[in-house]
């Protein structure tokens, strides 16, 4: 048995953490505040944080070929110049939904960037039900729609066969699964392979591991489950010394180490006091199993 071991690395009071991704290039952690519109590089080694702040809700960030970083900020994706902090508009979507902005996003294996979108909340978990959509920015920059009608988008990843796309839309309390396409980039065969547990609380983000089970942040749940999804069935329970965990990825040495972010909205000033970190960034060691890179978006 391993003895699971969780810190915070980062006290950073990110009133809504999302989208971890390691760069293994720099040997940080990049991740986003949706709310206080900045995406964040934690330096491991030298503990250093630098934040750009951009013009609008930033959901999503991933890293790209060309170098710098492609974002979903407000309703657009955005390439990032991490040197002169520019985000340069790749696409804008949903434009005849003036209430909606992207929420997480991925690169697929082949270099695509899938990001959802959903209805501002008025209060965490509160918005206009089907307002979201799925999108794919593929690498010449086109974009194109794979369903509408959902609530709050999230999850994402790929199976290591490349053969299964996984995805969450959190008010379904489903992580569901499709066929994919690698060479086309198309979904089809939707289904759902895991059904959360009430005190599991709402589904947000994912990541798949190196032996293909899924690891899902439950937000409100305070914790991370370990999902087998060819059996639907949960293999683990990590929980966190906050409520409102969000998203996790692996990072650190050889992908050894998974990364959890976390949000401080919407915890009353009484929970706060049992729950000082909420917003920090927890890292996790000593889970017995790897993660896999993260994908360059490659346009
Ligand atoms: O990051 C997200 O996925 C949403 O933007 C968040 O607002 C919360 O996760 C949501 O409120 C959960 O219900
Ligand atoms: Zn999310």
């Not at 986003?32 to 960030?61: E, G, M, N, Y």
């Not at 790749?90 to 990001?115: C, M, S, W």
């Not at 966190?240 to 401080?264: I, Q």
Request: hydrophobic fraction near 35%; proline fraction near 5%; charge should be negative.
């Amino acid at each position: 048995m391993c003895s699971v071991k969780i810190e915070c690395v980062l006290p950073e009071n990110c009133r809504c953490g999302e989208s971890p991704v390691w760069e293994e290039a720099t040997n940080s952690l990049l991740f986003v505040d949706i709310p206080s519109k900045k995406v964040c590089r934690w330096d491991s080694l030298s503990k250093q944080v630098h934040r750009v702040t951009v013009d609008a809700p930033v959901s999503s960030v991933a890293l790209r070929q060309l170098g710098g970083y492609v974002a979903t900020v407000g309703t657009k994706f955005c390439a990032l110049d991490w040197e002169d902090q520019s985000a340069i508009v790749l696409a804008t979507i949903d434009q005849d939904k003036k209430n909606n902005r992207f929420n997480d996003g991925k690169v697929d294996p082949a270099g695509r960037y899938f990001a959802g979108t959903m209805a501002e909340e008025t209060a965490p978990g509160v918005l206009e039900r089907h307002q979201g959509s799925l999108y794919c920015l593929f690498p010449d920059h086109h974009v194109e729609k794979y369903f509408d009608q959902v609530d709050i988008s999230n999850g994402l990843d790929w199976s290591l066969d490349h053969k299964i796309f996984y995805y969450i839309d959190s008010l379904s309390y489903s992580v569901d699964a499709f066929d994919y396409d690698l060479h086309t980039g198309k979904i089809s065969n939707r289904r759902s392979v895991y059904k959360l547990e009430k005190d599991e609380q709402i589904p947000d983000g994912m990541c798949i591991d190196a032996e293909g089970k899924l690891w899902v942040a439950c937000y409100n749940g305070g914790r991370v489950i370990r999902l087998d999804p060819e059996t639907g069935k949960r293999l683990q329970t990590v929980k966190l010394p906050v409520d409102k965990t969000t998203s996790c990825c692996f990072g650190g040495k050889d992908y050894s180490e998974m990364y959890v972010t976390c949000a401080r909205d919407g915890i009353g000033p009484e929970d706060l006091l049992r729950q000082p970190k909420a917003g920090g960034i927890f890292k996790i060691t000593g889970l017995g199993v790897k993660g896999i890179p993260p994908y360059p978006f490659v346009g």
